[in-house]
């Protein structure tokens, strides 16, 4: 049976959360309105019409919510900065309540021996911003710079490890391509934009934690699958290639200083031409201390001619009948392991931390106990492929569970339960899961 300690003393065990999943009090305190508030009100764009404008409450509950991290034995809570939160208008006049709310998070961290891992950008964009074109549009890296400027000057003396973007590639392609997250743009135009100055923020972001705080380790997170061609037709493994050049190579290959991802397609190949000066190169890369992993899920793809430019088309696990979680996504810890693999072969990064990792199921709370098997089971699956991984002496130095509790899982609501903790969002009652206790023994063995 697989053990925490087999991963080694120095091995970091945490557990993530953001901002707007968890903190509620969107309207109050001082912070300004973020992409998802405005999103969130429109006509079907959201699950059942829920929002995130109470969340979890851990606003007001912060305290006992991270005792509860250290009740089930994390040494590691990695949390978000809500930009709108400290800059309501996201650059100019800064909120001090926003400000002191998280110098009062960091200090219960610290209070409970917990180390306080800071997501800079977790997919809030402050909706001042949004107006003035987001992420499309070039203005945002300024504002950017002025955001993390803040937070390092700020909580740089107690804040030490950082996590300059959540998934760059999520939220420029949910957000700014096909719409169906915040703030519900479309089109290959936007989507590249927002990837171009994404990528110029992700190394911006790291080189002013470098300048602004002593002792830092800088880090930034890519969502990222092992993509599978459905067949070993030279058109199904092309299909699978575009799958790839986006999904895990666009925003790692030029932070590694290569540029962005050559490939066999022509309008990948046009992005990178207009942006191959070494201008562009040298300020897109930087030199970070580790590298966040978010994984769940590997992507079976097949070629589609009617699929505009992408020409490429998922599989999914349950017309292929294979194990799947509550969201459809495919359980596949083999292929959890040969992500692993595809990342470490970049010579030039130093080290992996797995920043997300973790399953949803129809969760039941019954007689005051969830009994959540199947979560338990994944995560012993997952964790001996990452353990194969480590002992094969690939640089790993930490592993974040996906989540502390059921939250607002965006488009999704609150209909999809990825905690190890059980949230009542009516009572905003807790009550850990059986995988919770599950990591609670496990993390002392």
Not at 40 to 63: E, L, M, N, V, W
Not at 146 to 171: H, M, Q, S
Not at 415 to 422: E, I, M, S
Request: charged fraction near 20%; hydrophobic fraction near 40%.
């Amino acid at each position: 049976m697989i053990k925490a300690s087999d991963f080694g003393p120095d091995f970091l065990w945490g557990i993530a959360v953001a901002a707007t999943q968890i903190e509620g009090a969107a309207d109050l305190y001082g912070r300004g309105a973020s992409i998802w508030d405005t999103f969130s009100k429109r006509s079907g764009k959201i699950k059942k019409g829920h929002h995130p404008a109470t969340a979890c409450d851990f606003y007001h509950q912060y305290q006992s919510d991270i005792r509860l991290v250290k009740t089930l034995g994390f040494k590691v809570f990695r949390f978000s900065i809500s930009w709108s939160r400290v800059l309501p208008s996201g650059k100019g006049i800064v909120n001090k309540e926003g400000i002191r709310f998280y110098h009062d998070v960091i200090d219960e961290c610290l209070t409970n021996g917990l180390i306080p891992y800071v997501t800079l950008y977790h997919w809030d964009l402050p909706e001042a911003l949004e107006r003035e074109g987001g992420w499309t549009a070039y203005s945002i890296n300024h504002a950017f710079n002025e955001f993390t400027t803040l937070c390092a000057r700020t909580y740089g003396d107690k804040v030490k490890n950082w996590i300059v973007l959540n998934e760059p590639f999520g939220f420029t392609s949910l957000g700014y391509m096909l719409g169906i997250h915040a703030p519900g743009q479309t089109g290959l135009t936007n989507f590249f934009s927002a990837v171009h100055h994404a990528a110029i923020a992700q190394a911006d972001g790291g080189r002013i934690l470098r300048s602004e705080v002593s002792g830092a380790n800088i880090g930034t997170s890519f969502s990222c699958s092992e993509v599978i061609p459905y067949t070993q037709s030279e058109a199904d493994v092309m299909a699978a290639k575009r799958f790839d050049c986006l999904m895990n190579r666009l925003f790692i290959e030029p932070a590694l200083g290569m540029g962005y991802p050559e490939t066999n397609w022509d309008v990948m190949e046009k992005f990178t031409i207009q942006h191959s000066t070494w201008r562009h190169t040298g300020r897109l890369s930087f030199d970070f201390d580790f590298i966040g992993l978010q994984n769940y899920f590997p992507i079976t793809v097949k070629y589609n001619p009617f699929v505009p430019i992408l020409q490429a088309w998922e599989v999914k696990a349950k017309s292929r009948k294979k194990p799947h979680t509550a969201m459809g996504w495919e359980i596949s810890a083999d292929s959890f392991y040969n992500i692993i693999k595809q990342f470490s072969s970049y010579p030039n990064i130093k080290n992996l931390m797995i920043t997300e990792n973790g399953a949803a199921y129809h969760d039941k709370l019954t007689g005051g106990r969830v009994q959540d098997t199947e979560r338990i089971e994944y995560f012993q699956l997952y964790l001996a492929a990452l353990l194969k991984a480590k002992q094969e002496g690939l640089s790993i130095s930490g592993y974040m569970a996906w989540t502390l509790m059921d939250n607002f899982e965006w488009a999704e609501g609150f209909n999809a339960r990825f905690g190890l903790v059980y949230n009542d969002f009516k009572t905003q009652q807790r009550t850990i899961k059986d995988s919770g206790y599950w990591f609670q023994q496990f993390l002392k063995s």
